[in-house]
């Protein structure tokens, strides 16, 4: 094996070289960042009534509302430079992966790390990092139809010069068949792809469902704000006559109705909600997947690797007349040589598969010659035959030592077998199967001339026997398997193994065998309305290959599931494309099932989804408990905006400073506090979200708008009864702000959990809310105390007796909702 570049070469060819990154869209920048924070249209409106206090002279005001405002803009773009670092870690994960020879170890590493002179190990699905050249091949044939325009794929040959474009394979192609040695010769901009300057991007960034849905809420709002502004504006102006005033309170209205905070803060928690999955080894490539996540109904998972370990190792083989277990291996070798040297010549010299390492493992063990045989011709594995054939130089010429192996099916073929002597091996594949073992057969023949058939069946194969691989299941497989079930979603399990094998690892997982067990025979035979009706009963599919997948995908979706589908091969893709959900594998997957893929499993382990579906759940629960927590403060604020511009008695409550600081507590509440909230209690025990459910429908909309009205008529209540005990206009907003101020902050602790108590919720709370509720606070008292604020905020303080009411008020609407919200749960069988 060629050893490749060592790690030190590599730095430094890095460091000259650069990254293996094409001409990209750059990541926005502070200046770019702090444009996009100042565009939207609260700031715009905080800006002009700040610049509009200046201009009428009102410089104390003016100055704290315009500085204000920039540690609200600077809270906002703290936020959104957050949301970007996330995303460009994203695209870094999700860049396509090579697999180079560094200190003579094969390695994965990043696509974007590759430098020159790198030794590139090829194989089938993989999307090509740079430009190279073919140092050895074996049936090579690579889709350069995105460079070319060219449908047909093209076969690739050993390099004899770097004129010879026939042995060069090129940046952002595809491996269709076959697998190559190949040497780096250009990266980045300098190959054939960055020279036409083409531009690959890794995170597609369409709008999802929700976020157009946000789209046209926030619309709506903005449309009714507009109105309801100039409605104001009017009203306050013939009831009171100050112009200048009536803009103030137009310009408050338009800030107390619009909800900036929805666009902030969904991109937040979407971005924030990807890196999170990425920190549990699940990398979204497609935000729609983070929605879906909590609605998935099914969740077809493969076996190999992601059930199991993807460890394999040989405990039992078969000679054709008897079984042998592997504590006896070297006490029969004789009786078993012929078929463990047949498999290890059948089998790549350092390869990359769990089963062919399985038998290099037995064959060393069993201190077996290692040959130095000459590979001559590979047939590989077709989709019409599962077997593999390697053609090995013999020690005279023209004679060829010839080994097959692969489903025991497709091998009794080859060796032509008659009806009895199949039905005997079936009898012994049978067996090792109901042990759980994926099975394999082993053939071997010579061929005498040196023209070698086209086809593996022209060979005069001999059955040597079967070989059994155990595949360890993976610990902690049974509990998620547990947890989809409480969580209501059905687990299928699709396998190219035999019945009794998948049978076998389904009790031991977990599943239920007896639910009934489709083939891929059977399934070939079934029409669409057929497996429609049989799916509903089964979720157990055996000797499946992957092109049957999609036809499962579309049965289940079909029957109006939401599913959620595991792959790692080329021909996985169509599958994980036409999946609610497609799950590719990081580690055995292709570059073609990445791409294909909504998530991808960097550790290919089925608890990851799982682990990944309870966190989708628990993003999208705090995602609706921060909105619904910002359309209910609003509600408040535009009550308590509008009730003076038509009584012109009533003092005015709320200017848009005030505003101003309620938005300076509530951005990073929004943001830090309900995106980082922990799970709700027996969140894996409810079942899936209805997905074509609206995301904010109207009884949302209309239990947010309840709370708002209960903070709103907890407000004036104690505004009027302060009325009612004769307190100047200065003290009465003061304790009406309070009441909104602690009333808000009651609002968060309550609605931060569905599930637990108020009391659980401050005694779990993280420091970093802690440190923003205890922040309000002190911001409050500050406001209330300082003379120079007083003034500022139109405060009077005569005596903070004149406060209890406001805590008393605030605390009775606080118990108001912790009482519904234990009926509720007590109701749902959630305490």
Same mark, same amino acid.
């Given at each position: ?43 715009? %409106? ?40 996330? /995303? ?23 696509? &974007? ?60 192609? /595809? ?30 960034? @369409?709008?999802? &469902? ?61 971005? %924030? ?11 979204? &490539? ?6 879906? =996540? ?157 023209? =070698? ?15 059994? =691989?155990?595949?360890?299941? &993976? ?47 059977? /399934? ?47 021909? @996985? ?166 009441? /909104? ?75 108001? %909702? ?14």
């Amino acid at each position: 094996m060629n050893p490749g570049l060592s790690t030190a070469v590599a730095v430094e060819k890095l460091k000259i070289h650069g990254y293996n990154e094409l001409p990209s869209v750059k990541p926005k920048n502070i200046w770019r960042i702090a444009r996009e924070v100042m565009k939207e249209p609260m700031f715009l %409106l905080l800006i002009s009534c700040g610049l509009l206090y200046m201009i009428l002279g009102d410089y104390k005001e003016g100055s704290v509302m315009l500085a204000t405002i920039s540690v609200i803009i600077f809270i906002t773009f703290y936020q959104y430079r957050k949301t970007e670092k996330a /995303l460009e870690a994203l695209k870094k994960l999700s860049s396509p992966r090579a697999l180079v020879i560094r200190d003579g170890i094969e390695i994965r590493i990043p696509g &974007r790390e590759v430098v020159p002179d790198d030794i590139i190990i090829l194989n089938e699905g993989d999307r090509i990092s740079a430009d190279a050249i073919v140092l050895n091949t074996a049936n090579l044939v690579i889709d350069e139809s995105m460079l070319t325009g060219e449908s047909i794929a093209v076969s690739k040959s050993v390099a004899v010069d770097s004129s010879n474009t026939n042995g060069l394979v090129f940046s952002g192609t /595809l491996v269709v068949q076959g697998k190559a040695e190949v040497k780096v010769v250009a990266t980045g901009f300098k190959t054939q792809f960055g020279k036409i300057g083409t531009t690959l991007q890794n995170i597609d960034e @369409d709008e999802t &469902r929700l976020q157009k849905e946000m789209k046209v809420l926030i619309k709506s709002f903005f449309i009714i704000g507009a109105f309801i502004s100039i409605g104001i504006v009017m009203a306050f102006y013939y009831t009171r006559g100050n112009f200048v005033q009536s803009l103030l309170n137009g310009l408050a209205a338009a800030m107390s109705i619009l909800p900036e905070e929805f666009p902030v803060v969904l991109t937040i928690f979407l971005a %924030l909600g990807a890196w999170r999955l990425s920190k549990n080894n699940v990398l979204t &490539r497609k935000s729609s997947a983070i929605e879906t =996540l909590g609605s998935a109904t099914v969740l077809c998972t493969d076996k190999t690797g992601t059930i199991t370990q993807n460890k394999m190792e040989v405990v039992a083989l078969y000679n054709g007349n008897e079984f042998f277990n592997k504590n006896i291996f070297l006490e029969r070798q004789n009786q078993i040589n012929n078929l463990i040297l047949a498999a290890h010549r059948a089998s790549a010299k350092d390869s990359f598969d769990p089963m062919e390492k399985a038998i290099s493992k037995v064959h060393e063990e069993i201190l077996l010659p290692d040959e130095k045989t000459k590979l001559i011709k590979e047939y590989p594995l077709s989709h019409e035959l599962l077997a593999m054939t390697r053609v090995l130089e013999s020690d005279s010429e023209y004679s060829f030592s010839v080994s097959a192996k692969g489903a025991p099916e497709s091998v009794f073929i080859l060796c032509k077998m008659d009806e009895n002597a199949k039905a005997t091996h079936l009898l012994a594949v049978r067996q090792m199967a109901e042990q759980g073992l994926r099975v394999i057969a082993v053939a071997n023949a010579s061929h005498q001339n040196k023209t =070698l058939p086209s086809i593996q069946h022209d060979f005069n194969f001999k059955f040597l026997g079967l070989i059994g =691989l155990q595949d360890p299941i &993976r610990a902690e497989v049974p509990q998620a398997i547990k947890e989809c079930k409480e969580a209501g979603i059905k687990v299928i399990m699709i396998t190219g193994d035999f019945p009794a094998t998948a049978k076998s690892i389904a009790g031991q997982i977990g599943l239920d065998p007896e639910k009934g067990i489709i083939t891929g025979e059977e /399934l070939k035979k079934m029409n669409d309305e057929e497996l429609k009706i049989k799916i509903r009963d089964t979720n157990i599919f055996a000797r499946v290959v992957p092109e049957q997948k999609l036809r499962i995908v579309q049965a289940l979706k079909s029957n109006n599931e939401i599913v959620a589908m595991t792959g790692d091969g080329v021909n @996985d893709a169509p599958a994980l494309k036409a999946a609610n959900i497609g799950i590719a594998m990081g580690n055995k997957g292709t570059d073609v099932a990445r791409e294909a893929a909504s998530l991808v499993l960097l550790d290919d382990n089925f608890a990851s989804v799982v682990s990944a579906i309870r966190s989708g759940r628990r993003i999208f629960d705090n995602l609706q408990k921060a909105m619904s927590y910002i359309l209910a403060l609003h509600v408040p604020i535009i009550g308590l905006t509008l009730l003076p511009a038509f009584f012109s008695s009533l003092p005015l409550l709320l200017m848009p400073l005030h505003i101003v600081f309620l938005e300076l507590i509530n951005d990073p509440v929004c943001s830090i506090a309900f995106e980082s909230e922990q799970e709700e209690k027996g969140i894996m025990k409810r079942p899936p979200r209805d997905a074509k459910e609206h995301f904010f429908g109207r009884k949302k909309i209309f239990l947010s708008i309840l709370q708002g009205f209960l903070l709103l008529t907890t407000v004036l209540s104690v505004y009027f009864y302060s009325l009612y005990e004769k307190h100047s206009e200065g003290e009465v907003r003061a304790i009406a702000f309070s009441t /909104l101020i602690i009333g808000n902050i009651f609002l968060i602790v309550t609605n931060l959990s569905v599930t637990r108590s108020f009391i659980s919720v401050i005694t779990e709370i993280k420091s970093v809310i802690f440190l923003i509720l205890l922040a309000a606070f002190i911001m409050l008292f500050l406001i209330l105390t300082v003379p120079f604020l007083q003034e500022i905020f139109n405060f009077q303080i005569t005596s903070y007796l004149h406060f209890i009411s406001a805590f008393l008020g605030a605390f009775a609407l606080l118990i108001i %909702l912790e009482t519904e919200k234990y009926f509720k749960n007590r109701k749902n069988n959630t305490i």
